[in-house]
């Protein structure tokens, strides 16, 4: 079945960091992939979206990577601040369908 | 901006009560979903629908029902609300077509007692 692995431990990094968050997905080829910010006890907020044939994308200080060979994908955040603290979830869609497929997400803190 | 607006923020029902959850977009998106977020479980969908009366189960449809008589409003039904339903509920929308944002609400708190 498909299925998407996200690091459930909590990262904690400290701030002025890079954090790299993980998604690795098996069983599945999707075209697109997106990336989502959750806040506690509120929805999920766009970020990023990548499509298969885009190795790299980003935007201010994020940035997504695709590798479809290794069916990974990387959410960088650079010059991390304490407001980046938050639970990250990555979203792959099914071909062919409207249907997205969400991880269970990580949960990063930036300390100051 | 697109605003997903769920009705109740907070439910608290006993068990066998009809519950409805409602949810309104106003960006004429014609997607719209209704997910549930559990700890551990990560957002699963329960239906979806692509257009005014058009619906299709997701991963957990069953004690779910759902409507969508107006673009603009995609209601979820609890037949009769059971414990294990105690959850958070997640309306979305988006344009039609794979690479669009889904936009989110805010989320509905239900717990069933």
């Known amino acids: 079945s498909q299925k998407i692995e996200q690091n459930s431990e909590a990262l904690n990094i400290q701030e002025g960091k890079t954090a790299t968050l993980t998604c690795n997905y098996t069983n599945y080829s999707p075209a697109y992939l997106q990336w989502y910010r959750q806040d506690p006890g509120r929805g999920p907020v766009f970020l990023l979206l990548?499509?298969?044939?885009?190795k790299e994308k980003r935007k201010e200080r994020l940035k997504v990577t695709f590798d479809t060979t290794l069916k990974q994908s990387l959410f960088h955040i650079t010059a991390s601040q304490p407001a980046d603290s938050a639970t990250y979830l990555c979203a792959l869609d099914t071909f062919g369908t409207y249907k997205y497929i969400f991880g269970t997400g990580t949960r990063l803190k930036v300390l100051a | 901006d697109v605003k997903v607006t769920q009705s109740s923020r907070y439910l608290v029902k006993r068990t066998g009560e009809k519950v409805f959850l409602e949810c309104v977009q106003d960006m004429d998106h014609e997607n719209m979903f209704w997910y549930r977020q559990d700890p551990g479980l990560g957002l699963r969908l329960i239906y979806f629908?692509?257009?005014?009366?058009?619906?299709e189960k997701g991963d957990i449809p069953e004690g779910y029902s759902v409507s969508r008589e107006k673009k603009e409003r995609f209601s979820l039904i609890l037949e009769s609300a059971s414990t294990n339903q105690t959850s958070m509920y997640l309306c979305?929308?988006?344009?039609?077509?794979?690479?669009?944002?889904?936009?989110f609400g805010e989320g509905s708190w239900l717990t069933v007692v």
């Open positions: 629908s692509y257009d005014v009366k058009m619906k």
């Open positions: 990548i499509r298969e044939n885009e």
């Open positions: 979305a929308s988006s344009l039609s077509g794979v690479r669009n944002t889904i936009y």
